[in-house]
């Protein structure tokens, strides 16, 4: 069974403007990473966040976490065209494995 | 993708087949992994290595089986493939468990089409 849903699936923004993206998880965890997908090619970690944190940043992401909704978001900031590629949430449950989410696919319009 | 190859990138077979897909690392990390990825499912785990000869199932492990001999090389192979094996195949590596927060790192992928 899938632990992490994302939403949306799909995501069409201009330059310039944030992107959201968020995801679902069930169960309890270790932390949550994200990561990014270029098509074509595999995927490439970008932020972690522990249980025990609640909000994160690195560059222009802005990761946060919300343990009691079982929730975390993406926010990237003033988008550019190479941001465009597929995001995914990825839980770490206590078992030691990594479950992914199903992605959120965004475009970033030049 | 750096310090992780895999081999090959590209193949077709036949039903009924059997294919061994390679996964090498440079970086000596203890933990490899194998997934596939598919439209609408993400990705999901085959099946994963937490050090020489030790492997354990993952969520989509039936028709596969896995061996690792040496630390740096990871097999994945499919006894008789069928056409639903279809799909891209990404080994990953990590240091430790990733419960225990560490980050995975991806290779480049292989895509399989099994007619």
């Known amino acids: 069974s899938q632990q992490g849903e994302e939403d949306p699936q799909a995501l069409s923004i201009q330059e310039g403007e944030n992107a959201t993206m968020n995801c679902s998880y069930k169960?309890?965890?270790?932390?949550l990473q994200w990561y990014r997908q270029n098509s074509g090619r595999g995927l490439v970690h970008l932020i972690l966040?522990?249980?025990?944190?609640r909000e994160k940043h690195s560059g222009r992401l802005r990761v946060t976490l919300d343990t009691s909704k079982k929730s975390s978001s993406l926010l990237i900031t003033a988008s550019r065209a190479a941001d465009t590629a597929s995001y995914f949430c990825?839980?770490?449950?206590?078992?030691?494995?990594?479950?992914f989410g199903q992605g959120t696919t965004l475009q970033v319009k030049p | 993708d750096a310090g992780i190859t895999q081999s090959p990138r590209h193949k077709v077979t036949e039903t009924g087949t059997p294919v061994t897909l390679r996964c090498h690392q440079t970086?000596?990390?203890?933990?490899m992994y194998w997934y596939r990825q598919d439209p609408g499912h993400g990705l999901r785990l085959i099946h994963y290595?937490?050090?020489?000869?030790?492997?354990d199932k993952g969520e989509v492990s039936d028709g596969y089986s896995v061996s690792r001999s040496k630390t740096e090389d990871f097999l994945l192979t499919l006894e008789s493939a069928t056409s639903s094996q279809t799909s891209v195949y990404f080994c990953?590596?990590?240091?430790?468990?990733?419960?225990?927060?560490?980050?995975?790192?991806f290779g480049p992928g292989t895509r399989l089409t099994v007619l």
């Open positions: 990953a590596i990590s240091e430790s468990r990733s419960g225990a927060g560490d980050t995975q790192y």
């Open positions: 169960t309890s965890i270790n932390n």
């Open positions: 966040i522990r249980s025990n944190e």
């Open positions: 990825a839980s770490a449950v206590l078992v030691g494995k990594l479950i």
């Open positions: 970086e000596n990390h203890r933990y």
């Open positions: 290595s937490y050090g020489v000869k030790d492997t």
